[in-house]
């Protein structure tokens, strides 16, 4: 079995874990375990963002690796960061199977649920850019009108939201939508349709989207 097949980096986000693309699944996981053990006394009760970068993971995949961490680094998982790409960040079209990330107190508090693992994008996606996810998405830049965000948690925009947006994609009513500046296309939320009045009048100020009685209400942040 090839130790470097897993390999540690920190980087400014957290941690990224280096998988060789040409070693199996199953040795990268006793991998993993080992090295993980090893350096537990590192690890321990430290708070970081996990990132996997190298082998092609499915979400199943990638939620045993971030068991195998949590349950034996002591490590508090504050996020996990999937890689994108600048042309077209399509994180995910599967269910995942989230229970055994779901007895692990460390992690609980984190990932409750499928749609509340994020993903993070850097940078404005342009018209025809889509991102789907089986959980949470932000954006730090703006989503522009022709592109489109759809996950199955919560969307948050750090910029300006003029595309189309469908948050809680699985069926969630409590999931909402977020933007320095609110102004989609289109906005949904589980099967419930908005769309926003082009009124040149409108003051821009940070909002949130949410359902209550079915329907969707938009409040401002402050």
């Known amino acids: 079995m090839n130790d470097n097949c897993v390999v540690f980096k920190g980087n400014a986000n957290g941690i990224l874990i280096l998988l ?7 040795d990268i996981k006793r991998t993993l375990e080992k090295k993980v053990t ?3 006394d590192f690890f321990a009760g430290a708070n970081s963002a996990i990132s996997f970068k190298g082998k092609e993971l499915s979400e199943d995949e990638e939620l045993e690796l971030l068991s195998i961490v949590s349950k034996k680094s002591g490590l508090n998982i504050s996020f996990v960061n999937a890689e994108d790409t600048p042309k077209k960040a399509v994180i995910s079209e599967h269910e995942a199977d989230s229970s055994t990330l779901l007895s692990d107190p460390k992690i609980q508090t984190v990932i409750t649920a499928k749609e509340n693992i994020t993903t993070f994008h850097k940078g404005s996606l342009r018209s025809g850019q889509a991102i789907e996810f089986n959980g949470s998405v932000i954006v730090i830049g703006d989503v522009n009108p022709g592109s489109k965000i759809k996950a199955a948690g919560n969307i948050i925009v750090l910029g300006k939201l003029k595309g189309v947006v469908h948050a809680g994609c699985n069926g969630s009513k409590d999931c909402f939508v977020s933007a ?3 102004n989609p296309t289109q906005l949904i939320i589980a099967d419930i349709i908005t769309y926003f009045p082009n009124d040149p009048e409108r003051v821009f ?9 079915n329907e969707i209400f938009v409040k401002p942040l402050s």
């Open 205 to 213: 100020t940070p909002e949130y989207a949410y359902v209550e009685n």
């Open 20 to 26: 060789d693309e040409n070693t199996s699944f199953g």
């Open 38 to 40: 090893d350096a537990k």
């Open 180 to 182: 320095l500046y609110m």
